[in-house]
Structures are given as structure tokens and as C-alpha cells.
């Protein structure tokens, strides 16, 4: 991807238009040139000095300003990406029946690069038919429309039509620009640390942030791959464009796992899950004893996951990888790395990413030092101390040249 991009920032008349100076500012700030397109009932939300201002370009939304420039044409074709924000159902629609009635459409017809589409708008008009077909053709000729997240919106009510965080609209719009080597694939990653419930308010957890399997998902999500994000509790936001399923046990975690399992090309057990589980979940909560005597809590197994999904690999999906991780400390018994080799036998999976834990070790930082094994010992790579992002994008790459030694 070249460093330094020419970038159209289209924004549509939407309230949603104040969020996009924040866009505006975090491309500009990553060296990007951005040229901003307003439409001309945006203009009522923001004004073209707050866009000339923060961008440093002349900002123009009709297609009679510097005719001799020829912008309606000249924009379109110089951009690397176009990055539509607000989209209105109105700018929705007439994208998506080819107007060219001001410079944002007649920019959108002429502009050769990828586009993307970030609506907002309220829940009835998202949903509404004739929006979802709208959105339909767009993503058919290969725009890119995020869906909108799911919150408050102007007035009093709430629901779809919200328009992502700018920080998630910029990673999903550059992501586009990556290497589309994912492409096609469906992939299933797990998140977080699991709840293993005493009673209806006191559990055994982990410290997993979810932080390795978010940033799995969204480097996935920009190689153009489709994801499926199973998350236990985690402690960083979300991404969009991948398919969110929310659980909270070990158990709820292995019916969602099998449920996605049959399709999945690929899939990665990146959550911390609970080896043991107490006996009993209590239906009402526990309560002190009178005589100041302590509680036993008779624990048991939990099903493991990742050696499951292994023997129960769909046998008409052979080529699916199974890729686990393994959280490991050195003891008198084995280095880490010798427990991790250990496990991946044990485990039978295709793939283990090993980590050390310990204070201030893999758990809740951004950064991380792994060694990823696969079954051929030659190929063991250690990947010295390193962002959460660059150890996800090394682990696509190693998945898919497996998948490449394996046609
Ligand atoms: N895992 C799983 N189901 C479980 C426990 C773990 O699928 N019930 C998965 C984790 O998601 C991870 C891998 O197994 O991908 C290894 O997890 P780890 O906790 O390191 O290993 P354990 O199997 O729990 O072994 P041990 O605690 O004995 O090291």
C-alpha cells in the first residue's frame, strides 16, 4: 500500500457529518491527501471551512465550481480510496442507481479505486426495503458498505443507524486497500476469557483481554476474509464488518464454535477458556455462613474445545485449519517452549501459537513474543517482542502458506 494515499472524503447530510472532522483528522494526521466532498444539504451540518480547514484543500460540492478543472471527473480518477461518510439513505440510493446530479455522485461514478460506504441514519430507514436493496447493489458491484452500529441515535431512540467510530471506519476503509490474500475464506476466531458461574453473581474468570483475538479478526477482516468473532469477555471494543456472537461460558463457547464449525476454512482458538468449572451453578446467591465456616467448591472439567473441534473435523472439510494457543509458564518439568511442542501433540492441531505468561506477559498488553509451530519442527518461527497486530498478520501468513503446501 503506498505511504501517502489521495483519499476523497465524501460526506452526505446527515447530523452524523460532525463525527466525520474526527475522520478527516486521523487520515490526515497517517499522511494522507484527503479531498473532502460534501453534498450540499451536509453543508447545513458542517460547514466547508470546518473541511478546507482541517484538510488544507478548496472544498466544492456542486459540479459548476472551477468548471475548467473538470472536478466531476478529475477527483474520481486521481483517488486511491473513496470513503463515503455519513451515507444517507438518500446518497445510499442514488449511488446505488448511478445519479449524477452533484459532485459526490458524479465522484462515485467516475472513481476507479475501492469506495466505501459508512451509513447512518435512523433504524426504520436502515431497515426499510428499499435501502437494504440499495445496499444490496452496492455491495454487488463490490463497494464496500459497513453496516451501522447499534446505539443511541439524534433523538430519543436507539437501534441500528448509528454510525460506527470514526477510528473503526478508518481501519475498515484502509483495510480494503491490503492484500486481498483471505479472500473467499471463512474464518472462525475466538476471544476474550470465559465465566464459569458459582452462582448468579460471582464467577471464575481469566484477565484475557481479547485483545490477540480482536486484532486477529480485523487483520482477517482486511485480507479480505469473512469472520466470524466468538467473544467471552473481553476488555477492548469491537470491530466492525465481522460477525459478532457473544458468549459467556466454556459451554455456551463450544456450542458457537460447532455452529459456525462446518463452514470454517480456518479457525483459531484464541480465548482463554476455563479448564474446570464448579460442580454446581447455584440458583440463588451464596450467602455467608453463620459460623464463620469456608465453602468447598467441588470443581469439575470443561470440554476442551480446540481437541474436540480437532477429532470432530468435518471429514468433507479435511483442509480446515485448526490453529489453538497455548498460554505456557517454564516449570521443572519444561521450558515453555517444550510444553508447547508437547501440547500441539497432545492437541493434534495444525498450528499452536505459544506465549509466556506471567506479570506483565501476553495478558492485557499490546504487545507480545509467540513462537508459532506447526507439525513440521523445521518450521518454527519465533517472532521476537511485537504489536498484537503484527503476531495476527504473521499467523495469516503461516496459515496460508500451509494451506498452499496442502493443495
Ligand atoms: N482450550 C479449549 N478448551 C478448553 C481449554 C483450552 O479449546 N476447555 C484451548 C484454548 O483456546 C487454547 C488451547 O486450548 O487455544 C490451549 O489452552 P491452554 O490453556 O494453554 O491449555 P490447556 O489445554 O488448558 O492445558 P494446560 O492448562 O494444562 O496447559
Known amino acids: 500500500m503506498k505511504k501517502s494515499l489521495n483519499i476523497v472524503l465524501g460526506v452526505s447530510g446527515g447530523i452524523a457529518a460532525y463525527k466525520v472532522a474526527y475522520i478527516l483528522r486521523l487520515l490526515t494526521e497517517a499522511g494522507h491527501n484527503v479531498q473532502v466532498?460534501?453534498?450540499?444539504?451536509?453543508?447545513?451540518?458542517?460547514?466547508?471551512?470546518?473541511?478546507?480547514?482541517?484538510?488544507?484543500?478548496?472544498?466544492?460540492?456542486?459540479?459548476?465550481?472551477?468548471?475548467?478543472?473538470?472536478?466531476?471527473?478529475?477527483?474520481?480518477?486521481?483517488?486511491?480510496?473513496?470513503?463515503?461518510?455519513?451515507?444517507t439513505a438518500d446518497l445510499l440510493s442514488r449511488a446505488a442507481s448511478g445519479a449524477a446530479n452533484d459532485l459526490l455522485t458524479n465522484v462515485l461514478l467516475t472513481a476507479t479505486c475501492p469506495i466505501v460506504f459508512a451509513p447512518a441514519m435512523h433504524t426504520e430507514m436502515w431497515l426499510n426495503p428499499a435501502t437494504k436493496e440499495n445496499v444490496a447493489t452496492l455491495r454487488s458491484r463490490g463497494c464496500l458498505v459497513i453496516d451501522p452500529g447499534d446505539g443511541r441515535l439524534t433523538g430519543d431512540d436507539s437501534g441500528p443507524g448509528r454510525l460506527p467510530d470514526p477510528?473503526?471506519?478508518?481501519?475498515?476503509?484502509?483495510?480494503?486497500?491490503?492484500?486481498?490474500?483471505?479472500?473467499?475464506?471463512?474464518?472462525?476466531?475466538?476471544?476474550?476469557g470465559t465465566r464459569e458461574f458459582l452462582d448468579p453473581v460471582r464467577f471464575l474468570g481469566n484477565s484475557s483481554s481479547g485483545k490477540q483475538g480482536v486484532a486477529l479478526a480485523i487483520s482477517a477482516r482486511n485480507r479480505g476474509a469473512k469472520v466470524t468473532l466468538i467473544c467471552a469477555s473481553t476488555s477492548v471494543s469491537l470491530p466492525v464488518g465481522v460477525e459478532i456472537v457473544n458468549v459467556i461460558t466454556g459451554d455456551d463457547m463450544l456450542t458457537a464454535v460447532l455452529n459456525c464449525a462446518t463452514n470454517a476454512d480456518v479457525i483459531v482458538m484464541a480465548a482463554a477458556v476455563a479448564d474446570y468449572k464448579p460442580k454446581v451453578r447455584q440458583a440463588t446467591k451464596m450467602k455467608k455462613s453463620v459460623d464463620g465456616s469456608v465453602p468447598s467448591i467441588e470443581l469439575e472439567r470443561t470440554v476442551d474445545i480446540l481437541a474436540n473441534l480437532v477429532i470432530h473435523r468435518d471429514a468433507s472439510h479435511p483442509d480446515q485449519l485448526i490453529v489453538g494457543f497455548a498460554a505456557e509458564t517454564?516449570?521443572?518439568?519444561?521450558?515453555?517452549?517444550?510444553?508447547?511442542?508437547?501440547?500441539?501433540?497432545?492437541?493434534?492441531?495444525?498450528?499452536?501459537?505459544?506465549?509466556e505468561v506471567g506479570p506483565n506477559l501476553a495478558f492485557g498488553t499490546d504487545d507480545n513474543e509467540v513462537t508459532i509451530l506447526t507439525r513440521d519442527p523445521a518450521s518454527q518461527l519465533t517472532i521476537p517482542k511485537t504489536s498484537k497486530t503484527t503476531i495476527a498478520h504473521a499467523i495469516w501468513d503461516t496459515v496460508i502458506s500451509l494451506q498452499s503446501h496442502s493443495k
Open 167 to 192: 477510528e473503526e471506519i478508518v481501519s475498515v476503509a484502509l483495510g480494503v486497500l491490503s492484500e486481498q490474500d483471505l479472500l473467499g475464506q471463512d474464518i472462525v476466531i475466538t476471544a476474550g
Open 37 to 87: 466532498v460534501p453534498t450540499q444539504a451536509s453543508l447545513n451540518f458542517v460547514g466547508s471551512a470546518t473541511w478546507e480547514a482541517l484538510s488544507g484543500n478548496p472544498v466544492n460540492a456542486q459540479v459548476w465550481d472551477d468548471v475548467a478543472e473538470v472536478p466531476h471527473v478529475r477527483i474520481g480518477q486521481a483517488a486511491d480510496l473513496v470513503i463515503v461518510a455519513p451515507a
Open 330 to 355: 517454564g516449570d521443572d518439568k519444561g521450558s515453555v517452549l517444550e510444553h508447547g511442542i508437547e501440547k500441539l501433540q497432545r492437541k493434534g492441531c495444525d498450528l499452536l501459537v505459544i506465549n
